[in-house]
């Protein structure tokens, strides 16, 4: 396992937008982007490897990237919506799937809160 830290959370207004950073300690196969709101479930929000994934409340507005040779992913997060208001976690695993049950690394959150 690796350890990973988030950063770049904030309050922003609705249609502003924000990008959040997670760096790995090592190496990684894949990365992903989770998201837990109060009371709610942690759910999927996109993950990378080779390609990438997206939730459909997110797509066409967030975008994930990587740099490998920092250990690093991104969420560029535009369009925000006061639904979109959550702890965002980053992860690593194997594979680059939705579940979070198969991700071994996570980091600690970082709040996003969208106004409107």
């Known amino acids: 396992q690796v350890q990973l830290v988030e950063s770049g959370g904030g309050l922003v207004q609705a249609g502003g937008s924000l990008r959040l950073s997670c760096t790995a300690s090592g190496r990684t196969f894949s990365m992903a982007w989770f998201r837990q709101a109060p009371g709610k479930e942690r759910e999927f929000v996109a993950a990378i490897r080779r390609i990438s994934a997206y939730a459909d409340s997110v797509k066409g507005r967030f975008t994930i990237s990587r740099d490998n040779a920092k250990n690093t992913v991104y969420l560029q997060m535009n369009s925000l919506k006061p639904e979109d208001t959550a702890v965002y976690y980053c992860?690593?695993?194997?594979?680059?799937?939705?579940?979070?049950?198969?991700?071994?690394?996570w980091g600690q959150g970082t709040q996003v809160t969208v106004s409107s």
């Open positions: 992860a690593a695993g194997p594979s680059p799937t939705t579940q979070p049950l198969e991700y071994d690394s």
